[in-house]
């Protein structure tokens, strides 16, 4: 029962999902915004689990004797959560609390903020280790992607046009790698979508067969 | 990691076949953080995707209905809300009446910011706004492409209440507003999931609605395929950003941004030639 | 402010005052004509369209109309009751649906030209005009949308395709896959962890169980706990999501049992960090900088934090084998790890990993669905190139029946 019961689920929505792209008619058009707003409470409810089990594994960490980074690390992240936890709650002004002005909105602008634009950052730096690494001509198809990322690289920056200004009209670096990103880049970009989408599809046909019942826990 | 096969000692090539990355990221640092303290001033080509985004959007009549969807956070933010900056300026100087939402919890707290900078714009400054005649901030509703499908047929239901709290029935210029059908216009900010592409899935293509997207560089190459039909303009990333700033007449941080951008480009192909340099001096010693 | 204050002081009381006021106005725009009102199509009801041709003075003529109002009565045998407002239209529009009618009510609209009028004051004034009624009009659902009948039938051929080859395969016949390196490397990958005594990290994606790549990456976290129970190896799925925390425990129970070593696991193998994107990405750097893990799995949804993710296990030298279907990611998670499933083969895992004839059955159905778009868009080439179609849609009166684009538009 513990697997039958939830495919028997997955096949009764999916259907459902499917007949209303094609029958607007109520009920059947309505529904998938129910389903879907019984997926947003059942996963209201479920950050409940995460947080309380964040928390258990952070205090755990920070309680244990083994006497590590981690326990400090642990701490940081529980005295944070009660942190932000109260004063989003009891302290901003119930439900005004994104109000720009409250100590919510304050911790938001001056932590949250910096925290979360310095590791979106840290991106420019991977980006160029790992350019470096891996754009290398080891083989034919490597030395094209090699020659189309100097052009891109060069031609999204303004240098590209400062270093080909005296070049005619539309073979200007910009414009060539406008080019590249319009024609090949998008032809690739278009195969590999009409891949993922026919992928998505019968992915889901599985699922709503119960054909694939491995996120179950089972084989 | 294989470890080379060869018994020389690791000579120069060696060494530059595997440079550590910190340097690189000193470098980057560099070229990224010196430029902000001078004055530099390039010209940027614009690219026919964000001259379509700002012909699309001076196309809109004066004074008309436009949806601004602010889906990103602040992590996105260094790219995208020059974008919003200057979009907001060109609402501003076109008197649009604006209503803003997000599908990211922060978007309209981003849009706040945003919308509070084009403001200050001196050329602005005698611009009076009323709060809930020109322009209402919906906030932010869950349900990510759901949302976009209930806007579909019901936008106060879908908003029962705006940013501050206040029922949208208590506010004058959401009182014609039913629908995504009664928008003249839609500019989307977007930094992934959900973004540009469920708005151009369940409301571009579904409603007719006419919009344009600023996304983060990472994404854009996901989205160019849409340009043309679904998407009446694109710009990605921070290049794209400038590029509007200077189409749209309203220069700001993205145009400033660019001269690190051209910097680092540079010094990461240097890095890439001499990688390419070291790879083929070694083998060739291999193979000698 | 001052002026319409000044016209709402002076109108009440001195009716004198607004032929004064009338004189001084440019004439009104003229109204808008041809105004029909129909149930809107494609719907589940509750809507009806109107339409009208626009005023000749809407962008030509005098050029003074800013806007349309639509307003709307309801009709009945004694005359239509009284005219409300339901909506406007900027001017250039010549459509407008109202969505708050009530399926089998008799509507009656008149769309209402307004016009911006300079006053005394200085504020300008609104000014009107008004259409002729339309007829009458309900609104009622469809049961079928007439415009996603191509898409019907491509569904049909589609699943019908993957239906008939997995009954194909459940009756026996063989069924050849190519091989996907990435999910090879599996076994090789757990190993070298027990062999160096160091962790595997798992990472099921950044989304929740809405996504299909979370169901796959999760699927194939079956196949790695599996492994992973057999050769002794130590394992960790830290998530980013509360409902993948409880699915993935579920899983990696199962895996452990199915492996014979049930005791070998526990609920701390799959623990929750945050929804937060970066937060996320920085709790899972801070992690592979400390435990060193041998071996990293991405298998899932990700997005900007995928190459932040990448890089960093890069940095240690761990074996990283990344799986996504999301294109733009695709380039980080090549450059920086040793195993890449592109796309599909993130979906096909699932079937490859079990060589379950029914799961390779629907990958055979794909295929056929990926010919049959092949042969689409080589008939489109050669079409376009000789200039017998158009794919663009906007352009129906020049190319008639001709255009084939919009075969393919699905509304």
Same mark, same amino acid.
């Given at each position: 029962?513990?697997?039958?019961?939830?495919?028997?689920?997955?096949?009764?929505?999916?259907i459902?999902?499917i007949?209303q792209?094609?029958?607007?008619?109520?009920?059947?058009g309505?529904?998938?915004?129910?389903?879907?707003?019984?997926?947003?409470?059942v996963?209201a409810?479920?950050?409940w689990?995460?947080?309380?089990?964040l928390? +258990?594994?952070?205090?755990e960490?920070?309680?244990? +004797?083994? +006497?590590?980074?981690?326990?400090?690390?642990?701490?940081?992240?529980a005295?944070?959560?009660f942190l932000i936890?109260i004063i989003?709650?009891?302290?901003?002004?119930?439900?005004?609390?994104?109000?720009?002005g409250?100590?919510?909105?304050?911790?938001?602008?001056?932590?949250?903020?910096?925290?979360?634009s310095?590791?979106?950052?840290?991106l420019?730096?991977?980006?160029a280790?790992a350019?470096?690494r891996?754009?290398?001509?080891?083989?034919?198809?490597?030395?094209?992607?090699?020659?189309?990322a100097?052009?891109?690289?060069l031609?999204?920056?303004?240098?590209?046009?400062?270093?080909?200004?005296?070049?005619?009209?539309?073979?200007?670096?910009?414009e060539?790698?406008?080019?590249?990103m319009?024609?090949?880049?998008?032809?690739g970009?278009?195969?590999?979508?009409?891949?993922?989408?026919?992928?998505?599809?019968s992915?889901?046909?599985?699922?709503?067969?119960?054909?694939?019942?491995?996120?179950?826990?089972?084989? | 990691?294989?470890?080379?096969p060869?018994?020389?000692?690791?000579?120069?090539?060696?060494?530059?076949?595997?440079?550590?990355?910190?340097?690189?990221?000193?470098?980057?640092?560099v070229?990224?953080?010196?430029?902000?303290?001078?004055?530099?001033?390039?010209?940027?080509?614009?690219?026919?995707?964000?001259?379509?985004l700002?012909?699309?959007?001076n196309k809109v009549?004066?004074?008309?209905?436009?949806l601004?969807?602010?889906?990103?956070?602040?992590p996105s933010a260094?790219?995208l809300?020059?974008?919003?900056?200057?979009?907001?300026k060109v609402a501003?100087?076109?008197?649009?009446?604006?209503?803003?939402i997000?599908?990211?919890?922060?978007g309209?707290?981003?849009?706040n910011m945003?919308?509070e900078?084009?403001t200050?714009?001196p050329?602005?400054?005698d611009?009076k706004?009323t709060?809930?005649?020109?322009?209402?901030?919906?906030?932010?509703?869950?349900?990510?492409?759901a949302v976009?499908q209930?806007?579909g047929?019901?936008?106060?239901t879908?908003?029962?209440r705006?940013?501050?709290?206040t029922?949208?029935?208590?506010?004058?210029?959401?009182?014609g507003i039913?629908?995504?059908g009664?928008?003249d216009?839609?500019?989307n900010?977007?930094?992934g999931?959900?973004?540009t592409?469920?708005?151009?899935?369940?409301?571009?293509?579904?409603?007719g609605?006419?919009?344009?997207?600023?996304?983060?560089?990472?994404?854009?190459?996901?989205?160019?395929?849409?340009?043309?039909?679904?998407?009446?303009?694109?710009?990605?990333g921070?290049r794209g950003?400038?590029?509007f700033?200077?189409?749209?007449?309203?220069?700001g941080?993205?145009?400033?941004?660019?001269?690190?951008?051209?910097?680092?480009?540079?010094?990461?192909?240097?890095?890439?030639?001499?990688?390419?340099?070291?790879y083929?001096?070694?083998?060739?010693?291999?193979?000698a | 402010m001052l002026?319409?204050?000044?016209?709402?002081?002076?109108?009440?009381?001195?009716?004198?005052?607004?032929p004064a006021?009338?004189?001084a106005q440019?004439?009104?725009p003229?109204p808008?004509?041809?105004?029909?009102?129909e149930?809107?199509?494609?719907d589940?009801?509750?809507?009806?369209?109107?339409?009208?041709?626009?005023?000749?003075d809407?962008?030509?003529?005098?050029?003074n109309?800013a806007s349309?109002?639509i307003?709307r009565?309801?009709?009945?045998?004694?005359?239509?009751?009284?005219?409300?407002?339901?909506?406007?239209?900027?001017?250039?529009?010549?459509?407008?649906?109202?969505g708050?009618?009530?399926?089998?009510?008799?509507y009656?609209?008149?769309?209402?030209?307004?016009s911006?009028?300079?006053?005394?004051?200085?504020?300008?004034?609104?000014v009107?005009?008004?259409s002729?009624?339309t007829?009458?009009?309900?609104?009622?659902?469809?049961?079928?949308?007439?415009?996603?009948?191509?898409?019907?039938?491509m569904?049909?051929?589609?699943?019908?395709?993957?239906?008939?080859f997995?009954?194909?395969?459940?009756s026996?016949?063989?069924l050849?896959?190519?091989?996907?390196?990435?999910? &090879?490397?599996v076994d090789e990958?757990?190993?070298?962890?027990?062999?160096?005594?160091?962790?595997?990290?798992?990472?099921?994606?950044?989304?929740?169980?809405?996504?299909v790549q979370?169901?796959?990456?999760?699927?194939?976290?079956?196949?790695?706990?599996?492994?992973?129970?057999?050769?002794?190896?130590?394992?960790?799925?830290?998530?980013?999501r509360?409902?993948?925390?409880?699915?993935?425990?579920?899983?990696v129970?199962?895996?452990?049992?199915?492996a014979?070593?049930?005791?070998a696991?526990?609920?701390?193998?799959?623990?929750?960090?945050?929804?937060?994107?970066?937060?996320?990405?920085?709790?899972?750097?801070?992690?592979?900088m400390?435990?060193?893990?041998?071996?990293?799995?991405?298998?899932g949804?990700?997005?900007?934090?995928?190459?932040?993710?990448a890089?960093?296990?890069?940095?240690?030298?761990?074996?990283q084998?990344?799986?996504?279907?999301?294109?733009?990611?695709?380039?980080?998670f090549?450059a920086?790890?040793?195993?890449?499933l592109?796309?599909?083969?993130?979906?096909?895992a699932s079937?490859y990993?079990?060589?379950e004839?029914?799961?390779?059955?629907s990958?055979?159905?794909?295929?056929?669905g990926?010919?049959?778009?092949?042969?689409?868009?080589?008939?489109?080439i050669v079409m376009?190139?000789?200039?017998?179609i158009?794919m &663009?849609?906007s352009?129906?009166?020049?190319?008639?029946?001709?255009n084939?684009g919009?075969?393919?538009?699905?509304?």
């Amino acid at each position: 029962m513990r697997r039958e019961i939830p495919t028997a689920i997955a096949f009764f929505v999916g259907i459902i999902c499917i007949i209303q792209f094609f029958i607007p008619h109520r009920p059947f058009g309505t529904l998938v915004d129910v389903f879907s707003d019984w997926f947003g409470i059942v996963a209201a409810f479920a950050i409940w689990l995460g947080a309380l089990n964040l928390l +258990k594994v952070s205090l755990e960490r920070s309680l244990s +004797k083994k +006497k590590t980074h981690d326990r400090w690390y642990g701490l940081v992240v529980a005295a944070s959560f009660f942190l932000i936890f109260i004063i989003g709650m009891f302290m901003s002004g119930g439900d005004q609390f994104q109000v720009p002005g409250s100590r919510f909105d304050y911790l938001y602008v001056n932590i949250y903020t910096p925290l979360s634009s310095t590791m979106f950052a840290l991106l420019a730096f991977f980006v160029a280790s790992a350019s470096y690494r891996a754009f290398r001509a080891r083989s034919w198809e490597a030395t094209l992607l090699l020659i189309a990322a100097f052009f891109v690289m060069l031609g999204r920056a303004p240098v590209g046009d400062q270093l080909t200004g005296f070049m005619p009209e539309g073979y200007r670096l910009s414009e060539v790698a406008n080019w590249i990103m319009t024609y090949p880049q998008v032809a690739g970009q278009r195969a590999i979508m009409i891949g993922i989408a026919l992928g998505v599809a019968s992915a889901s046909l599985r699922l709503i067969l119960g054909l694939e019942r491995s996120y179950l826990g089972g084989e | 990691m294989a470890e080379n096969p060869t018994e020389m000692k690791p000579g120069l090539f060696d060494r530059l076949m595997r440079i550590d990355r910190r340097v690189i990221f000193i470098f980057i640092s560099v070229a990224l953080i010196v430029p902000l303290f001078f004055n530099i001033s390039q010209r940027i080509q614009v690219s026919p995707e964000v001259q379509m985004l700002n012909d699309a959007m001076n196309k809109v009549p004066d004074g008309g209905l436009v949806l601004f969807a602010m889906d990103y956070d602040p992590p996105s933010a260094p790219e995208l809300q020059p974008m919003a900056v200057a979009a907001f300026k060109v609402a501003l100087a076109k008197k649009f009446k604006m209503v803003i939402i997000g599908l990211w919890p922060q978007g309209p707290m981003q849009a706040n910011m945003a919308f509070e900078t084009a403001t200050h714009d001196p050329r602005f400054k005698d611009v009076k706004l009323t709060y809930g005649v020109d322009y209402v901030n919906l906030g932010f509703q869950s349900g990510n492409e759901a949302v976009i499908q209930k806007m579909g047929s019901d936008i106060p239901t879908t908003f029962p209440r705006d940013y501050a709290g206040t029922p949208v029935d208590q506010l004058p210029l959401m009182k014609g507003i039913k629908n995504l059908g009664n928008f003249d216009f839609m500019v989307n900010i977007s930094a992934g999931y959900p973004g540009t592409r469920e708005w151009v899935q369940f409301g571009a293509d579904r409603f007719g609605l006419k919009m344009v997207s600023g996304s983060t560089a990472v994404q854009t190459t996901e989205m160019s395929p849409y340009v043309g039909k679904q998407l009446l303009g694109l710009m990605g990333g921070m290049r794209g950003a400038a590029e509007f700033e200077q189409v749209s007449g309203y220069p700001g941080r993205a145009i400033k941004f660019m001269v690190g951008q051209s910097v680092a480009h540079v010094i990461v192909i240097v890095f890439i030639v001499i990688g390419n340099i070291a790879y083929f001096a070694t083998r060739k010693r291999k193979g000698a | 402010m001052l002026a319409s204050a000044a016209i709402a002081q002076t109108a009440p009381g001195d009716s004198s005052a607004i032929p004064a006021l009338t004189i001084a106005q440019p004439p009104p725009p003229n109204p808008a004509t041809n105004v029909k009102a129909e149930d809107a199509p494609n719907d589940g009801g509750g809507s009806i369209r109107v339409t009208w041709a626009a005023s000749p003075d809407d962008g030509a003529g005098r050029k003074n109309v800013a806007s349309y109002n639509i307003l709307r009565a309801v009709s009945s045998p004694t005359g239509a009751g009284a005219f409300d407002t339901v909506g406007s239209a900027t001017a250039g529009n010549t459509e407008f649906t109202d969505g708050h009618t009530e399926d089998g009510i008799p509507y009656i609209y008149i769309v209402e030209a307004l016009s911006s009028v300079p006053s005394p004051g200085g504020t300008p004034v609104m000014v009107s005009v008004r259409s002729e009624p339309t007829g009458v009009a309900y609104s009622n659902g469809q049961w079928f949308h007439m415009r996603r009948l191509n898409a019907l039938i491509m569904v049909i051929i589609v699943c019908g395709a993957i239906l008939y080859f997995i009954q194909q395969a459940s009756s026996g016949k063989e069924l050849f896959i190519r091989k996907i390196a990435g999910l &090879d490397a599996v076994d090789e990958a757990v190993g070298r962890a027990t062999e160096m005594g160091r962790k595997i990290f798992y990472i099921p994606g950044t989304q929740d169980m809405d996504e299909v790549q979370t169901l796959a990456g999760i699927t194939i976290l079956g196949r790695v706990a599996k492994v992973a129970a057999e050769y002794e190896a130590s394992l960790e799925v830290p998530v980013s999501r509360s409902l993948v925390m409880v699915t993935c425990r579920e899983v990696v129970k199962e895996a452990y049992l199915n492996a014979g070593r049930p005791e070998a696991y526990n609920d701390s193998m799959v623990y929750y960090l945050t929804d937060d994107q970066f937060g996320y990405a920085a709790g899972i750097d801070g992690l592979v900088m400390r435990d060193k893990p041998s071996t990293l799995f991405f298998m899932g949804a990700f997005y900007a934090e995928s190459l932040i993710l990448a890089e960093t296990g890069n940095s240690i030298g761990a074996i990283q084998i990344a799986g996504t279907a999301m294109p733009a990611q695709l380039p980080f998670f090549v450059a920086a790890c040793d195993y890449t499933l592109i796309g599909e083969e993130l979906f096909a895992a699932s079937a490859y990993l079990s060589k379950e004839p029914k799961l390779l059955g629907s990958l055979k159905g794909q295929d056929l669905g990926k010919a049959i778009i092949l042969l689409a868009i080589l008939v489109g080439i050669v079409m376009t190139s000789f200039g017998a179609i158009s794919m &663009d849609t906007s352009d129906l009166d020049k190319l008639g029946n001709y255009n084939i684009g919009q075969w393919f538009e699905v509304q």
